[in-house]
């Protein structure tokens, strides 16, 4: 009798029943959503936060270069010492002091800032650029040579992207399809992680508290295996549904209550985006973002995804339930964690490194073929375009992987279950596989 579906139903059933489990499904939405909401409620006081720069220019060559903005307010100093100018700038706790002074035998001002805390990058690399472009025009001047017709002879280069079969594409859509395949990539990375070692712990706690004798008198080990780590996925499945329907009520509610807009929070990025319907050449590049989403391959994306999840979590998981079945506590588990945890550290990083430089080089279609690096580089892949032979090539040799690492992790999973008191190694696993 095949015993598979009651399996699968007691471990599901058992899995979503447990109170740890019910509250850290509810819990973990209300956590992750007060940090967002605190984060954004400290990003909306930083914002509000007007910084006061006390500018003393010795050399009257570019004081005239900074322009009062709303989050900026600069305060220019005339014929006042250093020390002067810093004891104003304490008494009016002021953001600091910028101090530009010719120094002898050096060809340009030095200049440095002095300030109580240690400023900010972007604001440091703001007043650098500034000043440098107000010296820049000055030596030019100096060399009789025109300012207005160097920045008239400027050109901007956008270069076209078009396939030979007609399709235009921009710089944005590699970004698009760069965050897609990321997102998709390190989901099932996160996964396969959190429900693997679910489905060891479950093994380990019905092996040490003996349950498991009473069980495997009736059932196949293998069955008993499958119904695990199907179970437990299924489990987990239900439980990242619940997160992504409460986190949305709960982010909804929040923005409300608190009167905080957590999806706009004060970037230039997001100013940028405010301001592109009055800006032509910004208003471009939205409407480039808008073309990149339109140019994914969506229906692609979302087979493959569906597909290269089930079978990656399934390959690993399998491997987590025999490492389970073999040893006796956690503690145990330690040296047989590394090759499972390397493929996938290694998929990441030739997702991050090498797919992002050249989704079609040799080293990422290769990766997109080994059964235990092509779930996550495929799925990096995909978005810019992967041929169909490819995806069911790679589909095949994950599925038939999966067929053979069920086979041997049955093996270990049917004499590893009812060995007590042995800490296993990888020579014994051996020994069990032959059995």
Known sequence: MNHLPLIIKREYLTKVRNKSFIIMTFLSPLIFIALIAFVAYLSQLNSDKIRVITI??????IHDVFKNSDKTTYNILHGMS????KKVVKETEATGLLHVVYIVNEKTPRVTFYSEESPSLNLISALESNIE???????????????????????????????????????????????????AGYLLFMFIII?????????????????????????????????KIIGTSLAGITQFV??????????????????IDMVQLQTPQQEMMKQAMENPEMNMQAQNIFNAFYHLPLTNLIIAFILFFIGGYLLYSSLYAAIGAAVDNETDTQQFMMPIIMPLILAVYIGIFTV???????????????????PVVMLMRIPFGVPIWQQILSLVLLIGSFMCTVWFAAKIYRVGILMYGKKPSYKELAKWIKY
Not at 82 to 85: G, S, T
Not at 145 to 151: F, L
Not at 243 to 252: D, E, P, R
């Open 195 to 227: 429900y693997g070692n679910m489905i060891m712990r479950s093994v380990i706690e019905e092996k040490t508290s003996r349950i498991i004798e009473v069980i495997i008198s009736s059932v196949k080990p293998v069955q008993l295996m499958l119904g």
């Open 242 to 259: 619940v997160w992504l329907i409460v986190g949305s009520i709960l982010m909804t509610i929040t923005s409300f209550v608190l009167g």
């Open 82 to 85: 250093l020390e002067d100018a």
């Open 56 to 61: 003393l220019d010795e050399t009257g060559m």
């Open 356 to 374: 992002i430089e050249d989704p079609h080089g040799m080293v990422s279609t290769v990766f997109s073929f080994i059964p235990l690096t092509s």
């Open 133 to 183: 472009k107000k010296l820049t025009n000055i030596n030019l001047e100096e060399n009789g040579v025109d300012v207005e017709k160097i920045n008239a002879s400027r050109v901007n280069i956008d270069i076209a992207q078009e396939s030979f079969e007609g399709e235009k594409t921009s710089k944005m859509d590699s970004i698009i399809k760069l965050i897609f395949g990321g997102a």
